[in-house]
DNA sequence: TGTTCTTCAACAATCATTGTAGATACGGAG
DNA sequence: CTCCGTATCTACAATGATTGTTGAAGAACA
């Protein structure tokens, strides 16, 4: 993700108003590696701007979205979460017990489908989802983080 | 996924009552092989029974889920799906127009967090999720199948 | 500064999923 | 085979995340 001073340019640049939301919103994602939902920035920002709706938090993420600057993502956690890093090469590791998520930087260059299992399916691009156990939550007793309802019982496809 | 008949057993014997509904959901599942959402079970059970609820459904699927006989995953799709293919060595092509999803059965067996980049995460298993089109839609002006709103602007982690 | 078009906040609405309550049916005991 | 206790059923309401709507307010450009 761009700094908050280069999305303002791009915004106005690709049409889009600069508001002081929007800025709001740049600077509370800038370098935040725990890929917040929506509503976890809607809280951060309020911190700021108290009257801030969670419809234009929601809005401006999908604007960013749009802009290929962050990306949504679903790992399961029950909401979409949002991920600055927007680079191809890294995946993602995700706590089963709190729905905490964290980047994993690594190449997997062998992760091509193999001839004749992609069922007719034109393969654009692969994500790695690791599921496990958070530092915090390793240590035994440690309290869950996020509200959404289902963390347990979740895939292992 | 067991047959229904074994599976009949087996909610007899871990002390669930089998009854015509949950049978149903039984064969309906036996071979499926497009990750159906329990709206989609639901509408291929009420082919046979008009009256059964979608709570029901949801309901069995669940402890067909608990008993392991399906895994329940979600692909960003906006709803969870069920897989009868509960072989671990297997992932995930998931179409990005129409949301559907087929299993791609195929070991990936260096999938191994590199050491030192789990940032302290006890990592238990890894998912991976193909994302492209399905021959379906590959050819270009085919309809949509699935009702869920968000199939367009989604991830890359 | 004025004009115009976007965006804002405060709702209400939607979708998938889950909780509740009273009626009903399974399945082991008699 | 019938009876009874308990799990399950259906219908309905409620939840949480997300999206639509509307009139007011603000950004960008002439």
Same mark, same amino acid.
């Given at each position: 993700m761009k700094s908050p001073e280069e999305l303002t340019e791009l915004f106005r640049s690709t049409g889009r108003k600069v508001t002081a939301q929007r800025q709001c919103v740049f600077r509370v994602l800038q370098g935040d590696v725990t890929h917040p939902s929506a509503e976890t920035v809607h809280a951060l920002v309020s911190a700021e701007m108290e009257t801030i709706s969670l419809k234009t938090v929601y809005q401006t993420l999908y604007d960013l979205a749009e802009l290929g600057e962050i990306v949504s993502l679903d790992v399961g956690t029950g909401m979409t979460r949002f991920d600055p890093?927007? !680079? !191809?090469l890294h995946h993602h590791l995700v706590c089963r017990r709190c729905g905490s998520v964290r980047d994993l930087v690594a190449d997997f260059p062998q992760l091509r489908v193999p001839e004749g299992a992609e069922l007719g399916f034109e393969v654009g691009s692969a994500e790695i989802v690791f599921r496990g156990l958070c530092p915090d939550c390793r240590s035994a007793a440690a309290p869950e983080q996020t509200s959404g309802r289902r963390q347990t019982q979740r895939s292992r496809p």
């Open positions: 890093n927007t !680079d !191809d």
